[in-house]
C-alpha cells in the first residue's frame, strides 16, 4: 500500500482501528473472565482471534490498521507511537498465551498421565512434573500484561482521535455501536468522547447525523441528531442539522 492511498482512506483506517480494538477487547475480556473464574480459556478462540498469515484474524487485522493508522501519522505524535507498540504487544502476547493454552490442554494432562503408569512414572518425570505450574504462571502473567497495555490503550485513545474529531466515520461507528464502546470503556466513556469532541459532546451526534443522512439512512440520523439536541438544544450547528432532519420528516409525512 503507497503512503498516499494511506492518506487517502485515512478516514476508514482510523474507523477500523478503533472498531478492531473494540471488537478485540470484547472477546479478550469475556476470555480473561472466564480464565478468572474457571482457570481455562477457549483455545479456538483464541486462535481465530489470531488468525493465520493467508486468514488473518481479527488481533492481527487491529495490528496492522494501527501500523497503517500511526505510522503514516505526519505528526507522529507520541501517544499514536504507544497506540502502535502497544496493538502489536498484545497480537504477540496472545500467540504466547495462545501455545500456553495448548500446552496446558495437551502436554499437561499427557505427563500426568505418564506419571502415574507404572512403578516408576513419577520417579522418571522427576521435575518435569512442575513445568505445567509453570506454564500456568506464564499464562497469568500474559495475562496481566494484556491486561495493563488495554487499560493504557484506553486511557491513550481519547487524546490521539481527538485529531480525527471531524472524522464522520468514526462518530457514525461510536454512536452506531455505542452499547458496545460503552460496555468497552465503561468508566471511562465519558472521557473517550469528552477527549475526542473536546468537551464538546454534541459534535460526536451530529457528525454521525451526518453521516447517515448522506448514506440515506435517515431514521438513524433522526436519532442522532435527537441526541444532539438533547445535549446542547440551543447550539447552531445542532438547530441547523436538526431542522434538516425536521424537514425531511415533514417531506414523508405530508
Given amino acids: 500500500m503507497s503512503k498516499a492511498w494511506i492518506m487517502a482512506k485515512r478516514p476508514e483506517f482510523v474507523r477500523d482501528m478503533f472498531r478492531n480494538f473494540c471488537q478485540a477487547c470484547m472477546t479478550l475480556d469475556e476470555q480473561f473472565e472466564r480464565y478468572d473464574r474457571l482457570g481455562s480459556m ?18 492481527w487485522r487491529l ?23 502497544g496493538m502489536g504487544y498484545i497480537f504477540h502476547e496472545c500467540i504466547k498465551l495462545k501455545e500456553d493454552i495448548y500446552q496446558q490442554m495437551t502436554y499437561a494432562p499427557w505427563l500426568r498421565e505418564m506419571a502415574v503408569e507404572g512403578a516408576h512414572g513419577h520417579d522418571v518425570a522427576g521435575q518435569l512434573l512442575s513445568l505445567p505450574a509453570q506454564t500456568e504462571e506464564s499464562m497469568r502473567r500474559e495475562i496481566a500484561r494484556i491486561r ?5 490503550c484506553k486511557r491513550l485513545l481519547p487524546v490521539y482521535l ?24 465503561c468508566e ?17 451526534y451530529i457528525l454521525a447525523s451526518r453521516s447517515l443522512r448522506l448514506g440515506g439512512w435517515m431514521d438513524q440520523a433522526e436519532e442522532a441528531v435527537t441526541e444532539a439536541y438533547k445535549i446542547n438544544p440551543n447550539h447552531k450547528i445542532v438547530l441547523q442539522e436538526k431542522k434538516i432532519i425536521d424537514n425531511w420528516s415533514l417531506s414523508i409525512h405530508s
Avoid: C
Fill in 188 to 204: 471511562l466513556y465519558d472521557a473517550l468522547v469528552n477527549g475526542i469532541y473536546a468537551g464538546r459532546p454534541w459534535m460526536l
Fill in 63 to 85: 495490528k496492522d490498521t494501527a501500523h497503517h493508522v500511526f505510522r503514516n501519522d505526519p505528526d507522529d505524535p507520541i501517544q499514536g507511537r504507544f497506540l502502535d507498540w
Fill in 162 to 185: 481527538s485529531r480525527h474529531s471531524e472524522n464522520a466515520l468514526l462518530a457514525r461507528f461510536i454512536f452506531s455501536q455505542n452499547s458496545m464502546v460503552r460496555a468497552v470503556f
Fill in 42 to 59: 477457549d483455545f479456538d478462540q483464541l486462535r481465530d482471534l489470531i488468525g493465520e498469515e493467508g486468514f488473518k484474524g481479527l488481533l
Fill in 148 to 152: 495493563v497495555i488495554l487499560d493504557q
